[in-house]
């Protein structure tokens, strides 16, 4: 994307092609203005365009420019945070009523790939958290009781159950959550914009806002070429926010992570190393996750950033890491390689914000936000359309308030991770 092989690697070179759209220019008028083209946006502008609103969609780059576009595609039910710890975060309403939307965040994600006949390689066959050593089994028994007390299909796997569905001894044990799956993020996107712009909305890339002002009872929003007139505005610019919301990205401690994708894997291969297809990550700390595509390709990432010494180190580290995991693919080649940042929060919770009246949006998914997006986006359209009030939003209104030491936070993690990795293979 924007001839940048290291921006979205694999999700680039195999997905099917964005919607023809062209920047603005000149002044139009609109019911909602939404900034930025990720899944929360275009959720909430397929929505609102379904219920007959006129919507307009202002990316700045192009669809699925930013963690739309990169991530590893695991489409995961519920945060990081532990099911039982949410309410003591947001309150007993909030924290359930949260648990529940993400909690069937995959199903809505699925029903609207169905629904839009999006091709992006969905897989239903569930994710596996995988326990390295006994405090990851620990993490796994305790996630699983939890979800299974509030009646999720998730399921505890033993080493030997873990290892037939895997193809590794690595691991002691996995949590197996069958509302979970896997897609082709960047195809999610630009499948997103299509179905978006059939349903009546309007998207317009090369188009980075500038400037945000309130007149009267609209918003008038301003990118370098045009001016959208609108009652309502979204925004939702999350971890890539420039601009007028600078303070959406401040509030954020940003991680950056890597992924590389081999060459498709044989077929002996393939009926041993994930034959079901289910996205994987593991309990260490600095995590590993991997998945397949489609083609049979295996996308292997950890925390780190592709640039400067850091694309050498971790490199070599994800060969030794693979070669140890999945000894048969020591000598595989890598064909694409790729990296973004993650908005982390300081609670590792989502945020809703209010940027002034009739101006909203959702945030900071932690590395989790292809079924939030797509679920807080339609929660976003159905705010505006009358259909829920404030008080039964799933979050709380929040001020975004940056968090102490946020750049030192940010060189830490970006070179811890390469200090880690250099060090050695973790498994
Ligand atoms: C490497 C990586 C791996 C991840 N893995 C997973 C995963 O496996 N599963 C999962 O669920 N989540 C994952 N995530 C997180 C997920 O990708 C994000 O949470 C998600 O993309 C957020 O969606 P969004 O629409 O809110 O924001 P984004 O997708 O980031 O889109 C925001 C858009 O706003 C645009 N923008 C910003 N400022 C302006 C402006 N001033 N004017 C106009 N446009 C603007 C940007 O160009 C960008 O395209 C991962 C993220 C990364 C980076």
């Known amino acids: 994307m924007l001839n940048d092989p290291r921006t979205h690697g ?48 202002l990316e700045a780059k192009e669809i699925g420019f930013g963690g739309a576009g990169r991530n590893v595609g695991l489409i995961n039910a519920g945060m990081w945070v532990m099911p039982d710890d949410l309410p003591g975060e947001l309150g007993p309403v909030h924290g359930e009523r949260l648990l529940d939307l993400l909690g069937n965040g995959p199903r809505a994600v699925m029903e609207i790939i169905e629904k839009h006949q999006i091709a992006c390689e969905l897989t239903k066959n569930g994710t596996l958290h995988c326990a390295v050593g006994d405090s990851g089994r620990k993490e796994i028994e305790a996630r699983a009781e939890q979800w299974q007390r509030r009646g999720a299909p998730v ?38 914009a299509h179905a978006a712009l059939s349903a009546g909305a309007t998207l317009h890339t090369g188009s980075a806002v500038t400037a945000a002002a309130r007149n009267g009872t609209r918003w008038t929003i301003d990118t370098t070429e045009g001016t959208v007139s609108a009652d309502w505005l979204i925004v939702a610019t999350d971890a890539y926010s420039h601009g007028p919301w600078q303070t959406v990205r401040e509030e954020q401690v940003h991680l950056p992570y890597f992924n590389f994708a081999t060459v498709p894997l044989t077929d002996d291969q393939r009926r041993k190393i ?5 996205g994987c990550w593991d309990t260490v700390e600095i995590l590993s996750s991997f998945r397949m595509d489609a083609r049979g390709r295996l996308v292997f990432g950890s925390v780190g950033a592709l640039r400067g010494p850091g694309a050498t180190i971790h490199e070599a580290w994800a060969r030794r890491a693979l070669a140890k995991l999945l000894p048969e693919l020591a000598d595989i080649d890598f064909e694409t390689e790729w990296y973004g940042q993650i908005g982390m929060t300081d609670n590792a919770l989502p945020r809703f914000h209010k940027f002034g009246p009739a101006a909203i949006g959702f945030s900071g998914y932690n590395g989790r936000g292809i079924a939030p ?9 159905r705010h505006i359309l009358g259909q829920i009030s404030e008080e039964e939003l799933p979050l709380p209104v929040t001020d975004p308030k940056a968090p102490p030491f946020r750049t030192a936070k940010e060189a830490w993690y970006e070179a811890g991770a390469a200090i880690a990795h250099f060090a050695g293979a973790r498994l």
């Open 373 to 381: 997006g797509t679920v807080f986006g339609k929660v976003l359209a």
């Open 155 to 192: 399921e505890l796997l033993s080493a030997a159950e873990a290892e037939a569905r895997i193809g590794t001894s690595a691991y002691q044990g996995a949590l197996l959550d069958r509302r979970a799956g896997t897609l082709q993020p960047l195809a999610y996107a630009r499948g997103l």
């Open 10 to 57: 694999l999700w680039e070179k195999t997905a099917p092609p964005a919607p023809q759209t062209q920047p603005l220019a000149g002044k139009i008028e609109a019911d909602v203005v939404i900034v930025g083209g990720g899944y929360t946006g275009l959720s909430a502008a397929l929505h609102l365009a379904e219920a007959g609103t006129r919507v307009v969609v």
């Open 274 to 278: 994930l034959p079901g297809l289910e």
